[in-house]
């Protein structure tokens, strides 16, 4: 079975300066990560994804992340952040194509700082 | 594109009624359409899944006679609060994938029920 830990409940972080949100996955088969924002009363919205190949992905809004299958980890990452990036993130597993279960971590919550 | 809508955006009602949630996917067909459930500060948690024009799977712990849910066409699923009591009310968000094999889910805005 999957799971997924984000170690961090909220990360406060002054506008421009860099971010890092950390995501940790368990999973005994090959797996898909994502990582989706939920910006205040709205749904979830896809930032990225990592199917296969290059281990280092790109979303949208300046994000990326990085997959690491050793530390089964996949990090997310912005150089400077703006204060409308402010919202809860969240980091998800599958356990490849099809698959219908998608398992969430509990959520960092990013607040920038004026 | 990608695009999935839930009406409606908030709802409040009675103890002992039932709601009903829409979740439509406005430029695919989703073959597969997602029900989870969000309390507040917490992550989502799936509640069910349904395949158009066969019965919904529900995950263990989630009463399926409670929380009804049909998927009659491949853009439309729609879930039932029967008998609604408080402990009912959360963030219901639904989400659909384009087709089968494929890898992402796309998710509405969520439904807010509250239950007085």
């Known amino acids: 079975a999957q799971s997924v830990t984000q170690l961090d409940s909220q990360v406060p972080v002054f506008e421009e300066a860099p971010v890092e949100l950390r995501c940790n996955y368990s999973s005994s088969v090959s797996v898909y990560l994502f990582w989706y924002v939920q910006y205040p009363n709205q749904g979830l919205q896809l930032l990225l994804k990592?199917?296969?190949?290059?281990?280092l992905v790109k979303g949208i809004n300046g994000f990326e992340a990085e997959f690491n299958k050793s530390q089964t980890s996949f990090h997310l990452r912005k150089p400077s952040v703006h204060i409308s990036d402010t919202a809860e993130y969240f980091c998800?597993?599958?356990?490849?194509?099809?698959?219908?279960?998608?398992?969430f971590g509990t959520g960092t919550r990013l607040t920038v700082i004026p | 594109g990608a695009v999935v809508s839930q009406h409606p955006s908030w709802v409040i009602c009675k103890s002992g009624t039932s709601v009903k949630i829409e979740c439509r996917s406005l430029?695919?067909?989703?073959?597969?359409m997602f029900w989870y459930r969000q309390f507040p500060k917490q992550s989502l948690m799936l509640m069910a899944t349904s395949n158009e024009g066969s019965k919904a799977t529900y995950e263990q712990g989630v009463e399926k006679d409670k929380f009804l849910i049909n998927h009659a066409s491949l853009t439309l699923s729609t879930l039932t609060v029967t008998s609604a009591h408080p402990e009912d009310s959360s963030f219901y968000i639904c989400?659909?994938?384009?087709?089968?094999?494929?890898?992402?889910?796309?998710f509405g805005p969520g439904t807010r029920l509250t239950v007085l």
């Open positions: 989400s659909a994938k384009p087709g089968e094999g494929t890898d992402t889910q796309y």
């Open positions: 430029d695919f067909q989703a073959t597969t």
């Open positions: 998800a597993v599958t356990d490849g194509a099809g698959a219908n279960n998608l398992f």
């Open positions: 990592y199917l296969s190949g290059s281990t």
